[in-house]
């Protein structure tokens, strides 16, 4: 009996002609290398998306490679997902310093960590001169995940003092000598030519955020929700997330003002970077109440299970940013079924469909690296008037957040992350 050849499609035989024996190996090597990941932000002290990202990415990446994590903070469990973790403590010595001061002194405690790897893989500018640094020193490539951008977030001076201006040369330090940057979205990848001119273009590739949509998904008890004082009945417009200038919340609180007293506002929350924001803040939440009642301030993290009841129920999920990446809690909220009202700025655009898994609202911006809205009483205005149309419409909110389940699904898987995030490593090794 013969046996029947069947003969290799176009594409695949084309890509097996350009794969040479020098390729074979590099194809292969990276699952036998050592990856030594660098990070503030680790289970369980995470405080933004960077955190999750890295959290994220290590469990998934735990079982390709050899993976080391070294991370900021207090001691933890040695194991991650079969990643190797190790802590690192701000220097006694550096106790009282200024904060990038003691991010620096920091990193320097990394780098002998490091001796061994491969490569080495930073995430923000806090880990990324311990990347920088045990390049040079171990001869190794040094990969920069790109979360948020120094030359972005001028308001940092508030808090840091002249700590920002040591900050913003580490970052740039790191990224025009990195052998690969990974940006989170396209329009991170083009903050980063404009505000890095001198970083080589061929050298920044998008890897987009992801979200684990089995631990994020839709939960429709309402215990947890009814125990924080929200009514599952009624309407509610949810925001989560730290409240720093770049997430908007005045412009929130501001256009809350605007929707109807009936819907209820959730807040959860973080702590305010600065005290002037804080008293801002404070200020525009007890105007509210007096005028309109119906907040419900939650100034604590939540446990998942809670903040996924929080997203389940929700008419419609709030991201009212001036300055997005990507937004990981975007695409949390789109995983619980939540349609969103999201400013069309940074990386947004490529999570959120709009008029599809909810509705994106113009916002055209300042160009001096602050993001101010360049008409804020229009952009609050379009901001109301997108969330009433929603609330008003809970039929097509529901729709939206349906659809927004399916691309959490479809498009932001971890797993297909992980492969992209290997293939910057093999690009560079």
């Given at each position: 009996m013969t046996a029947t050849v069947h003969p290799l499609p176009l594409v695949l035989e084309y890509d097996l002609v350009r794969l040479t024996l020098e390729d074979w190996p590099r194809l292969h090597y990276v699952g036998n290398v050592r990856i030594d990941i660098v990070t503030k932000e680790f289970p369980p002290e995470i405080y933004g998306g960077a955190g999750v990202h890295v959290a994220e990415l290590a469990r998934v990446l735990a079982g390709r490679v050899d993976l080391g994590v070294h991370c900021f903070g207090a001691p933890r469990e040695a194991d991650?997902?079969?990643?190797?973790?190790?802590?690192?403590?701000?220097?006694q010595n550096l106790a009282d310093a200024n904060a990038a001061v003691q991010t620096l002194g920091t990193d320097l405690s990394i780098l002998q960590g490091i001796a061994g790897a491969d490569l080495v893989h930073s995430h923000t500018w806090y880990a990324n001169m311990a990347g920088h640094l045990a390049s040079l020193l171990h001869g190794?490539?040094?990969?920069?995940?790109?979360?948020?951008?120094?030359?972005?977030?001028?308001?940092?001076?508030?808090?840091?003092?002249?700590?920002?201006?040591?900050?913003?040369?580490v970052e740039k330090t790191a990224y025009e000598a990195a052998a690969a940057v990974i940006a989170v979205s396209d329009g991170m990848r083009q903050d980063i030519l404009r505000c890095y001119p001198d970083v080589d273009p061929a050298r920044v590739q998008v890897v987009h955020n992801g979200v684990d949509t089995e631990a994020w998904a839709p939960d429709r008890n309402d215990d947890a929700v009814r125990a924080l004082g929200i009514d599952p009945d009624r309407p509610s417009v949810v925001f989560v997330g730290?409240?720093?200038?770049?997430?908007?919340?005045?412009?929130?609180?501001?256009?809350?003002?605007?929707i109807p007293s009936d819907v209820q506002l959730v807040l959860c929350l973080g702590a305010a970077d600065?005290?002037?924001?804080?008293?801002?803040?404070?200020?525009?939440?007890?105007?509210?109440?007096?005028?309109?009642?119906?907040?419900?301030?939650?100034?604590?993290?939540?446990?998942?299970?809670e903040?996924?009841?929080?997203?389940?129920?929700?008419?419609?999920?709030?991201?009212?940013?001036?300055?997005?990446?990507?937004?990981?809690?975007?695409?949390?909220?789109?995983?619980?079924?939540?349609?969103?009202?999201?400013?069309a700025t940074g990386g947004i655009p490529e999570v959120v469909e709009d008029g599809v898994t909810g509705t994106l609202v113009p916002l055209e911006q300042v160009q001096d690296g602050t993001g101010t809205p360049l008409d804020p009483e229009g952009f609050v205005n379009d901001f109301a008037e997108a969330v009433n149309a929603l609330v008003a419409d809970p039929e097509r909110a529901r729709s939206m957040g349906k659809r927004g389940r399916t691309r959490a699904e479809e498009h932001f898987s971890w797993d297909s992350i992980a492969e992209s995030t290997l293939n910057v490593y093999r690009s560079v090794l």
């Open positions: 991650y997902h079969g990643a190797r973790v190790s802590t690192y403590g701000v220097p190794i490539p040094h990969v920069l995940s790109a979360h948020s951008l120094e030359p972005l977030r001028p308001w940092k001076a508030e808090q840091l003092g002249g700590g920002y201006a040591l900050s913003s040369w730290r409240n720093t200038r770049q997430k908007g919340v005045p412009y929130l609180l501001r256009a809350a003002a605007k600065t005290p002037e924001l804080a008293a801002e803040t404070a200020r525009l939440i007890d105007d509210l109440e007096a005028r309109r009642g119906s907040v419900i301030l939650i100034e604590r993290m939540l446990p998942r299970h903040l996924i009841q929080i997203l389940s129920t929700a008419t419609v999920f709030a991201c009212p940013s001036i300055y997005e990446p990507l937004g990981i809690v975007n695409l949390e909220a789109m995983a619980c079924g939540a349609a969103v009202v999201a400013s």
